[in-house]
Antibody, heavy 122, light 110 residues
Framework: EVQLVESGGGLVQPGRSLRLSCAASGFTFDDYAMHWVRQAPGKGLEWVSGISWNSGSIGYADSVKGRFTISRDNAKNSLYLQMNSLRAEDTALYYC???????????????WGQGTLVTVSS | QSALTQPASVSGSPGQSITISCTGTSSDVGGYNYVSWYQQHPGKAPKLMIYEVSNRPSGVSNRFSGSKSGNTASLTISGLQAEDEADYYCSSYTSSSSYVFGTGTKVTVL
């Protein structure tokens, strides 16, 4: 059974940093691309970033480009999102999602975690 | 990248069919057959219902079907059931090597 468990969320002041983690199990992690998708309270879904199986291909939404960095450690079956210069508008539930393909492009999100909440406020 | 346009709400009686539209541009929906649909119940994570316009993942009811014409994709739910009441989001790959989601549609079973 595919399991994705996010962690690392919390309350952080504007301008500060936070690192999210996603622990994967139940599938061969290093065969598949992974994504981060977020959902602000009461709002819709927004794709944040994606990374290919070998970290060779990475993409970001314009809203986070230059502030967020996605990475993965295939030896630890883990996905990460380093979030710097956080803003109030980054407040959201952050989901880790698996792609059914190896590259992050031309894919979709076939399994999702339960999310970790990030609140940016002073 | 602007969100894809979906109706805010769609409703139907049990047993009826409903269709949710998802309108984008030639840079996303119209340009690629990488449109997917997600169901989200309150307080739950989204669930993949349709991928690559019209394909159903294993385990998803065949009451759910997808199609695309030009810049508009559609999700049809036939034989509407109470358990189908949820929010639905479309998503498309884009020419910017990114993904864009729809604005979301709340489906109500009357």
């Amino acid at each position: 059974e595919v399991q994705l468990v996010e962690s690392g969320g919390g309350l952080v002041q504007p301008g500060r940093s936070l690192r999210l983690s996603c622990a994967a199990s139940g599938f061969t992690f290093d065969d598949y691309a992974m994504h981060w998708v977020r959902q602000a309270p009461g709002k819709g879904l927004e794709w944040v970033s994606g990374i290919s199986w070998n970290s060779g291909s990475i993409g970001y939404a314009d809203s986070v480009k230059g502030r967020f960095t996605i990475s993965r450690d295939n030896a630890k079956n883990s996905l990460y999102l380093q979030m710097n210069s956080l803003r109030a508008e980054d407040t959201a539930l952050y989901y880790c999602a698996k792609d059914p393909y190896g590259d992050y492009v031309f894919g979709n999100f076939d399994y999702w975690g339960q999310g970790t909440l990030v609140t940016v406020s002073s | 990248q602007s969100a894809l346009t979906q109706p805010a709400s769609v409703s139907g009686s049990p047993g009826q069919s409903i269709t949710i539209s998802c309108t984008g541009t030639s840079s996303d929906v119209g340009g690629y057959n990488y449109v997917s649909w997600y169901q989200q119940h309150p307080g739950k994570a989204p669930k993949l219902m349709i991928y690559e316009v019209s394909n159903r993942p294993s385990g998803v009811s065949n009451r759910f079907s997808g199609s695309k014409s030009g810049n508009t994709a559609s999700l049809t739910i036939s034989g509407l059931q109470a358990e189908d009441e949820a929010d639905y989001y479309c998503s498309s790959y884009t020419s910017s090597s990114s993904y864009v989601f729809g604005t979301g549609t709340k489906v109500t079973v009357l």
